[in-house]
């Protein structure tokens, strides 16, 4: 069965230092995604950042990048130069076309200190 | 271009009652996906659409139902409802699949008492 795991139920780091917040995940496939995403206290989840598993290179979206393990099932996020607007909940999530479903990890909860 | 459009934002019913959510994608999107998010159980799936026809449903009794009609637009219904029912409720549309990007809306937030 599909499972995520987001290990760290809060993070805080200081503006502009760097922080990675991590993610675990099981699956019996080979072709799948995986996928960060950031819930503000708006509630609306926006993508961070999209992860193609048969893609070696990890993403990177400007200050954002992934560490993607595939033999170790790690999809974990770095968040560099961290600002104040990157207070959130960041979610990840595992995608398979045979489901149509995106499985979730419990998040993570960012703090910001000024 | 619009969003993700989810109406209403806020709902109090009371238990026993029904109540339907609606959902309207973006323009030119087919999949719209439904997921329940709680303090307790985090994000669960709910069920997913794809041209009128549910591809998938996540392991919720059949209270729950939804639909999509021919213009993408989906509504989910919620029947007998229960205190746990309380949640927010969020729709996310995407192209073809959940493999491309998914667009979230705002959510409506059920209350149940």
């Known amino acids: 069965a599909q499972t995520v795991t987001q290990s760290q139920p809060e993070m805080s780091v200081q503006e502009a230092e760097t922080v990675t917040l991590s993610c675990t995940y099981d699956t019996s496939e080979s072709d799948y995604y995986l996928f960060w995403y950031k819930q503000p206290p708006s509630r609306q989840m926006i993508l961070v950042i999209r992860q193609e598993a048969y893609k070696q290179q990890n993403a990177t979206e400007n200050r954002f990048s992934v560490n993607f393990q595939k033999a170790a099932k790690s999809f974990s996020l770095k968040i560099s130069d961290s600002q104040l607007g990157d207070a959130a909940m960041y979610f990840c999530?595992?995608?398979?076309?045979?489901?149509?479903?995106?499985?979730w990890g419990a998040g993570t909860k960012l703090i910001i200190k000024p | 271009k619009a969003g993700v459009t989810q109406t209403p934002r806020y709902l109090i019913k009371t238990r026993g009652q029904q109540v339907t959510l609606s959902c309207s994608p973006i323009?030119?999107?087919?999949?719209v996906s439904w997921y329940q998010q709680t303090p307790g159980q985090g994000l669960q799936f709910l069920f997913e659409?794809?041209?009128?026809?549910?591809?998938n449903k996540g392991n919720f009794p059949g209270r729950f139902s939804g639909r999509q009609f021919s213009n993408s637009r989906s509504e989910m219904n919620v029947s007998t409802l229960e205190l746990g029912d309380s949640a927010l409720y969020l729709c996310?549309?995407?192209?073809?699949?959940?493999?491309?990007?998914?667009?979230f809306g705002q959510g409506t937030r059920l209350t149940v008492v």
């Open positions: 659409y794809f041209s009128e026809t549910q591809r």
């Open positions: 999530a595992h995608y398979m076309d045979s489901n149509y479903q995106l499985i």
């Open positions: 996310a549309s995407s192209r073809d699949r959940g493999r491309d990007e998914a667009f």
């Open positions: 323009s030119g999107h087919r999949s």
